[in-house]
Nanobody, 112 residues
C-alpha cells in the first residue's frame, strides 16, 4: 500500500515537499511515480524515479520539481519549488508500471 502526504496551501512561488510511504517488500523493485489530478481534469503524470534512481519529469514541472526515493525507509519524495496556481491538484504516488489502489492522495493548493 502507498500513502501520500505533505500537501497544503501555499502561495505562488512557494515550495512544498510531498512524501510517499510504502508498505510491503515491492518498493525497492519497482519504478515509482507521482501523478496529479486537478479539478475537472484527468489524472496526469508528474514525475518518475526508477529502481536505480533515474528520473523523468513532465514538461510542465521540469526544473521546478525534484523526485527522490529512499529504499531503506521505503519512502519517495517530491520537492516542489516555484509553485504555480496551475500546480493545484490532488497528488498521488504509485507504482509506475502497474499502479495499485490510488488512495486519497494529498491536496496541494497554490494561491495566486
Amino acid at each position: 500500500q502507498l500513502q501520500a502526504f505533505g500537501g497544503g496551501l501555499v502561495q505562488a512561488g512557494g515550495s512544498l515537499r510531498l512524501s510517499c510511504g510504502a508498505s510491503g517488500s515491492t518498493f525497492s523493485f519497482n519504478d515509482m511515480a507521482w501523478f496529479r489530478q486537478a479539478p475537472g481534469k484527468q489524472r496526469e503524470f508528474v514525475a518518475l524515479i526508477g529502481v536505480r534512481s533515474k528520473t523523468n519529469y513532465a514538461d510542465s514541472v521540469k526544473g521546478r520539481f525534484t523526485i527522490s526515493r529512499d529504499g531503506a525507509k521505503k519512502m519517495m519524495y517530491l520537492q516542489m519549488n516555484s509553485l504555480k496556481p496551475e500546480d493545484t491538484a490532488v497528488y498521488y504516488c504509485n507504482f509506475y508500471n502497474r499502479p495499485v489502489s490510488w488512495g486519497q492522495g494529498t491536496q496541494v493548493t497554490v494561491s495566486s
